[in-house]
């Protein structure tokens, strides 16, 4: 089993839609999480960070479940430059450990 | 403010040829860390630096791989001899260590092709 798994897509939706993207993690002991987003061609960039209690930035909206070992995004009113692949991402292990495991990425093209 | 700076972008060559990539992390950053990309393997960490110290190189490939980081201000990353499968995009990315996770931050990316 991977440690970071994420549905590849390509998820293609129409601007305006509502899209939601899932990621499981194998290790327990994870106690960071994020979300990445890569254009094409480009470096990775932080899009936020997934709390315990969830958090809201804008139209995106993050959500961590430790006992399910499970992450999810949703993006509401979706729009043409929100068209990229997304990375699921979480710390190694507690500690000092700086390590990050990714995951390969989940494509989504928005169409007008 | 200047992001985290790697040289060269493009680099294409023959296999058997030394590769050095380089990489100027954001001034007061902590940690350095080297990434490969690929399609089939994502990406993965190779080596990362906590103020200039190698913490973890469990994830160079093999010998042919070595990294350093002589100061805080730049890093190195070379293969040799290289070989057709090291062709990927290596990014470098640096990190605040500031008691939480910092958020990594990367750069640009060497986008290498081995011959």
């Known amino acids: 089993r991977k440690e970071v798994e994420q549905d590849p897509g390509p998820f293609n939706v129409p601007e305006g839609a509502t899209v939601a993207f899932n990621c499981t993690y194998s290790n327990s002991a994870s106690q960071s999480f994020f979300w990445y987003r890569q254009d094409c061609r480009k470096e990775p960039k932080l899009l936020m960070s997934?709390?315990?209690?969830?958090n809201e930035d804008g139209r995106f909206t993050a959500q961590l479940n430790r006992a399910s070992q499970y992450i999810s995004l949703l993006i509401r009113d979706s729009k043409l430059s929100d068209s990229a692949t997304y990375l699921c991402v979480v710390s190694d292990n507690a500690g000092n450990n700086r390590k990050l495991i990714w995951g390969l990425g989940t494509s989504l093209a928005v169409n007008p | 403010d200047a992001g985290v700076i790697q040289s060269p972008r493009h680099e294409v060559t023959e296999m058997g040829q030394e590769v050095t990539l380089r990489c100027k992390p954001i001034s007061g950053h902590d940690y350095l860390f080297w990434y490969r990309q690929t399609m089939m393997r994502g990406l993965e960490l190779l080596i990362y630096?906590?103020?200039?110290?190698?913490?973890?190189d469990s994830g160079m490939p093999e010998d042919r791989f070595s990294a350093k980081m002589p100061n805080a201000s730049f890093s190195t990353l070379k293969i040799q001899p290289s070989e057709p499968r090291d062709s990927a995009v290596y990014f470098c990315?640096?990190?605040?260590?500031?008691?939480?996770?910092?958020?990594?931050?990367f750069g640009d990316g060497t986008r290498l092709s081995i011959l």
């Open positions: 630096f906590n103020n200039n110290v190698p913490i973890d």
């Open positions: 997934v709390y315990s209690s969830g």
């Open positions: 990315a640096s990190s605040l260590n500031r008691g939480t996770y910092q958020p990594q931050h």
